[in-house]
């Protein structure tokens, strides 16, 4: 299964459900996420970290 079709479905599941709630926390989750895989491996790991 593709990660597009992951975010068609959901998006689908949002519009049908109306839980339009969710997407700000999901949002949020990934932006963590994309911003901890980011800065791994860079000097600015530690005070990141730090913040959480």
């Known amino acids: 299964m ?3 079709k992951i975010v068609g479905e959901y ?3 949002l519009r049908q459900e ?3 709630w969710m997407f700000p926390i999901v949002a ?3 932006l ?5 895989l980011l800065t791994q491996g860079s000097p ?3 005070f990141i970290y730090a913040l959480f």
């Open 2 to 4: 593709s990660k597009l």
């Open 11 to 13: 998006f689908a599941f």
């Open 18 to 20: 109306k839980k339009w």
């Open 28 to 30: 949020v989750l990934l």
């Open 32 to 36: 963590f996420g994309s911003l901890i």
């Open 44 to 46: 600015l790991a530690p």
